[in-house]
């Protein structure tokens, strides 16, 4: 694996992680429109079930990422699905190669696709707890202009989607126990919140 397959595999990887049906959208839209020159396994992204799926899924959470809790709801259901999406698309865009190799890049692409999901799922419970929805709006919106900067960034400057995904996975595994912490406390059950004003007051 080169230095060029290397930056589109994480870079692309790592967008699944944020919005998976926007990179699947980018990756088969520039295949079908030969946005820049790409290697033959990028075909597999070039069909119109494909692209129209991604575009409709993609307005979808564009909607279910505005609301409030609404995300981070949408957020769980994907725990699973994006981390498979991004190992789908590192042994996609790889070419041929061995099982082996191709087992270990599946596993780096799921494990990229995975640590950026969780950042995105903690920094959403965080922002959920303002009362406003302006700061979940504008946070939405920026993920998206983000996987739009990345995906670019794979396709035209691999070499410096590599550097930047390098970057980001290197910032994700500093906080990488705050992050695991807020995701924990967000999907835990909280039962253990009554009120002091609902106990039982003893008769006088």
Known sequence: MNLVTLGRTLGFSFAAGVNLYATIAILGLAARYGWVELPPQFDVFDHGVVIGVAIAMYLIEFVADKIPYVDSLWDLIHTAIRPVGG????????????????????????????????????????????????????????????????????????????????????????????????????????????????APHPDR
């Open 87 to 198: 190992a789908f698309i590192a042994v996609a865009t790889l070419g041929d190669a061995s099982p082996t190799v191709e087992g270990l890049v599946a596993l780096l692409g799921g494990t990229v696709a995975a640590g950026s999901h969780l950042t995105k799922t903690g920094t959403r419970a965080v922002v959920n707890t303002s009362p406003e929805p302006f700061s979940n709006w504008f946070l939405s919106l920026g993920e998206d202009l983000f996987v739009v900067g990345l995906g670019y960034l794979a396709l035209r400057y691999p070499i410096g989607a590599l550097v930047v995904t390098a970057i980001l996975i290197g910032l994700i595994a500093a906080f990488a126990s705050a992050i695991i912490r807020t995701t924990r406390h967000w999907f835990s059950k909280s039962g253990r919140t009554t009120p002091r004003s609902q």
